[in-house]
């Protein structure tokens, strides 16, 4: 089945503690993104990736990290999470770009205290 | 600053009726729009998109239209059903670059 997964669905942590969220893809594409959801902002993209090792910031980048080593995963990164990062995670990936279809994952709540 | 704007946070139908759903943007650089649906804990759903040379894509009961000059593009749902019912996101993209509105809550009555 052709999906999109997100590691850990649920999250919560204190400030300054690192932490990973994972999203794996099956379906071979090239492009990948993350953004987060808050409300009566909506979706508002974090990073993306064309392909491996090519990472480009989105619109809200400050306090994240990404790598693509391989093109199945893309990681999303907090260093040292502060509690206005404490949001609704989507991680999702299409075809070539960010016109075609984008297949999201199921999203990571995550909460920092 | 938000390139995309939906300025209806929700919009209440009748079941048969048409459902209009707004979206508005401001970066003239965007060359393709799409539609995503969602519902309660779950991830959106790509449901129609439109590319900027067009001004109509229709896709059974779904039509979007793009009116470039006015940066304006509409979603319609005809005839709406209860399980249409979740919220809309407008997104507007070019290349790799990704923006979404902030989401329409369409809410069909049987």
């Known amino acids: 089945e052709a999906q999109v997964t997100q590691n850990p669905r649920y999250l919560i942590t204190v400030t300054g503690k690192k932490l990973t969220v994972t999203c794996s893809q099956n379906m071979n594409h090239e492009y990948m993104s993350w953004y987060r959801q808050d409300p009566g902002l909506g979706l508002r993209q974090i990073y993306y990736?064309?392909?491996?090792?090519?990472?480009d910031k989105g619109d809200v980048p400050e306090g994240y990290k990404v790598s693509r080593k391989e093109k199945r995963n893309f990681p999303l990164i907090l260093e040292s999470p502060s509690p206005n990062q404490t949001s609704l995670y989507f991680c999702?990936?299409?075809?070539?770009?960010?016109?075609?279809?984008?297949?999201f994952g199921a999203g990571t709540r995550l909460s920092v205290l | 600053d938000q390139q995309v704007k939906q300025n209806s946070p929700s919009l209440s139908v009748q079941e048969g009726r048409i459902s209009i759903l707004n979206c508005d943007y401001t970066n003239s650089m965007f060359d393709y729009f799409l539609w995503y649906k969602k519902y309660p804990a779950e991830g959106p759903t790509f449901l129609i998109s439109?590319?900027?040379?067009?001004d109509k894509n229709e896709d059974g009961r779904f039509t979007v239209f793009l009116n470039k000059s006015a940066k304006h593009l509409s979603l319609h749902i005809v005839p709406s059903q209860p399980g249409d019912s979740a919220v809309y996101f407008c997104a507007a993209s070019v290349w790799g670059d990704m923006r979404f509105g902030a989401g329409t809550r369409l809410t069909v009555k049987p």
């Open positions: 439109i590319s900027s040379i067009k």
């Open positions: 990736s064309m392909n491996v090792e090519v990472t």
């Open positions: 999702a990936s299409s075809y070539g770009s960010a016109k075609n279809i984008q297949y």
